[in-house]
């Protein structure tokens, strides 16, 4: 019997594959008589650039373009799924967002949408087995940073893995988390808490940093990664508006922090 979700949205987060989550949506129909379905996506841009390939911008564009169009034509088909289940087309909506994280861009859209209710794949189907727990790193990091006022359900293969009860008390808002200002300069740790990053930006290595520190790291003449040792496949650095966006977050709920 499903759970009575009264006139509430439910969320689920889709991947691109549609093989891929095509079972946690099918989970979240059958158990929840919701009205309204929205499909949350995080939507990944390639991280090519004119400086480190032989293709010039327009043609890099162009495939940024096809690698959208294909992240949209998968949501079509996952709303398909959802009409062909009985829910109206104009009660399932598509939340999306650009980034290169999964798990920070589940969170920011949670915190954008104020998602109180959440389905999303604990693990890929295959891995499934009886008294599994959590093994997705983008599952586990939205349980653990998520706010404690969205209830969440973890599926895998059509089966309920874990439920994260949401609490709805009035000091939620105390549960924000400060970002934290990650690696600088050289790969040393500022484990300041005091300290939140400005301007925060994603390197090739895959890691965020303050820009203005690895910009001087990289003008030093350093072609590798301050954190791992390997060398960097170029030197372009991209906005991490995730981590941005909740740097914003926090700051407006402790506007006595100077920043």
Same mark, same amino acid.
């Given at each position: 019997?499903?759970?009575?979700?009264?006139? +509430?949205?439910?969320?689920?987060?889709?991947?691109?594959?549609?093989?891929?989550?095509?079972?946690?949506?099918?989970?979240?129909?059958?158990?929840?008589?919701?009205?309204?379905?929205?499909?949350?996506?995080?939507?990944?841009?390639?991280?090519?650039?004119?400086?480190?390939?032989?293709?010039?911008?327009?043609?890099?564009?162009?495939?940024?373009?096809?690698?959208?169009?294909?992240?949209?034509?998968?949501?079509?088909?996952?709303?398909?799924?959802?009409?062909?289940?009985?829910?109206?087309?104009?009660?399932?909506?598509?939340?999306?967002?650009?980034?290169?994280?999964?798990?920070?861009?589940?969170?920011?859209?949670?915190?954008?949408?104020?998602?109180?209710?959440?389905?999303?794949?604990?693990?890929?189907?295959?891995?499934?087995?009886?008294?599994?727990?959590?093994?997705?790193?983008?599952?586990?990091?939205?349980?653990?940073?998520?706010?404690?006022?969205?209830?969440?359900?973890?599926?895998?293969?059509?089966?309920?893995?874990?439920?994260?009860?949401?609490?709805?008390?009035?000091?939620?808002?105390?549960?924000?988390?400060?970002?934290?200002?990650?690696?600088?300069?050289?790969?040393?740790?500022?484990?300041?808490?005091?300290?939140?990053?400005? +301007?925060?930006?994603?390197?090739?290595?895959?890691?965020?940093?303050?820009?203005?520190?690895?910009?001087?790291?990289?003008?030093?003449?350093?072609?590798?990664?301050?954190?791992?040792?390997?060398?960097?496949?170029?030197?372009?650095?991209?906005?991490?508006?995730?981590?941005?966006?909740?740097?914003?977050?926090?700051?407006?709920?402790?506007?006595?922090?100077?920043?």
């Amino acid at each position: 019997m499903g759970e009575p979700l009264h006139n +509430d949205v439910i969320y689920v987060a889709v991947n691109q594959d549609v093989r891929e989550s095509k079972s946690t949506l099918l989970w979240t129909l059958k158990t929840f008589p919701a009205k309204k379905v929205c499909l949350l996506h995080v939507h990944i841009p390639s991280s090519l650039n004119s400086s480190s390939c032989v293709l010039d911008e327009s043609e890099i564009n162009s495939i940024q373009e096809l690698i959208l169009k294909n992240s949209y034509d998968s949501l079509h088909k996952y709303r398909d799924i959802c009409t062909n289940k009985g829910v109206k087309e104009e009660d399932v909506d598509i939340s999306l967002i650009s980034g290169y994280d999964v798990g920070e861009g589940i969170v920011e859209l949670i915190y954008q949408n104020n998602i109180k209710k959440l389905v999303m794949g604990a693990a890929a189907d295959p891995h499934y087995s009886r008294g599994m727990s959590i093994t997705s790193i983008k599952a586990e990091y939205v349980s653990q940073h998520a706010p404690h006022c969205c209830k969440m359900w973890f599926i895998c293969k059509g089966e309920l893995i874990k439920t994260r009860e949401g609490s709805f008390g009035l000091g939620n808002q105390s549960d924000s988390r400060k970002p934290s200002r990650g690696r600088g300069r050289g790969g040393d740790d500022h484990t300041d808490d005091s300290e939140i990053m400005r +301007d925060p930006h994603v390197a090739a290595d895959g890691f965020t940093y303050e820009e203005k520190e690895i910009r001087t790291w990289l003008n030093g003449g350093n072609d590798k990664s301050p954190i791992t040792g390997a060398r960097l496949a170029h030197r372009h650095l991209t906005p991490n508006y995730t981590l941005r966006s909740l740097i914003k977050d926090w700051l407006h709920l402790h506007p006595n922090y100077k920043h």
